[in-house]
């Protein structure tokens, strides 16, 4: 298998980082995680968009063009002969003696790819997952899709040694998301998930969800929601690049629509799938 290393793309067991990356000395870096389905990116456009702004807001500039990047990913997915599947990105900082403040000299920011081949969740996507609910410990800036994962890991890890898919994240009282997806709730028949602000990450499956929404007139609403709206809620799912439209019917033990995945998650099931199909064809 080959990845993507500074421009090149070369043998993956070839791809080496420094110990003085800062990306693994601080997690001074950003991400992006692209669904390949049909050999085909799934809105590559997006995700391209967010890395760009997740650096700029960290102070890292892409020193390529996102036509050579997208060029590069392109031949990747070829290269390692990729059909279903991702490709993790990642941006850091660059190689410099450990010191917090940036490097004053020119320092050339590492970027990494890989592909990973991963089947759709058609399980999950079937009958639901089960959750549980965690205090989000995290940073103010969850906005940034940032290396430093921690509070992520630990909410996720709590949610697997329970045996359950996600873990729903509380600041307070409210609803944030979960610990790698975007949370949300169905009201009589309305649409309701966390507006997009530095609590949240700006998921591009939340986007494409409130997009079809939007076209197919259900009604949204995009603001904060809290405890008792989730555990009243008519019915649950989250969404993330890798669990696409997944149904939530258990949070904490309790089941959400009697444990039945909800007519309107199914609805947005259908209208995502059609947008895969219209992207990267059945
Ligand atoms: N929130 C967090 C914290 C995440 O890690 C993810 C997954 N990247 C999401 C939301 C969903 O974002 P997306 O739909 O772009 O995968």
Redesign the pocket.
């Known amino acids: 298998k080959f990845a993507i290393l500074n421009g090149e793309i070369i043998e993956r067991s070839q791809a080496k980082v420094d110990v003085e990356d800062r990306g693994y000395q601080f997690g001074d870096g950003v991400y992006e ?1 692209i669904r390949v389905y049909n050999g085909k990116m799934f809105t590559a456009k997006e ?1 391209l968009y ?1 890395f760009v702004r997740s650096a700029d807001s960290i102070g890292i500039t892409l020193p390529y063009k996102d036509e050579q990047l997208l060029e590069l990913l392109e031949t990747l997915i070829v290269k390692n002969n990729l059909q279903t599947g991702i490709i993790y990105m990642q941006i850091t900082r660059g190689v410099a003696p450990r010191n917090h403040a940036f490097p004053t000299g020119k320092v050339i920011p590492a970027l990494v790819a890989y592909t990973k081949e991963i089947n759709r969740p058609v399980e999950g996507l079937k009958t639901g997952v089960t959750t549980i609910l965690t205090e989000d410990i995290r940073w103010l800036r ?1 906005d940034i ?1 940032s290396l430093n994962l921690l509070g ?1 890991l630990l909410a996720k890890q709590k949610a697997s040694e329970k045996g359950c898919f996600e873990a729903i994240q509380l600041r307070g009282n409210d609803v944030t ?6 949370i949300f709730i169905v009201k009589n028949g309305v649409v309701i998930t966390h507006e997009s602000n530095h609590f ?2 700006k ?4 986007d494409v969800i409130l997009q079809v929404c939007s076209d197919n007139g259900l009604p949204v609403e995009e603001r904060t929601f809290c405890l008792a709206e989730l555990e009243q809620a008519d019915e649950v799912f989250l ?4 669990a696409e439209v997944m149904p939530i019917v258990e949070i904490e033990g309790n089941k959400v629509n009697g444990g039945a995945v909800g007519s309107i998650t199914r609805k947005l099931q259908e209208l995502f799938e059609q947008e895969i199909e219209t992207q990267c064809g059945s």
């Open positions: 995680v995700h967010r969850c899709k992520n998301e979960g610990s790698s997806s975007n949240i990450l998921g591009i499956t939340k969404s993330s690049t890798t």
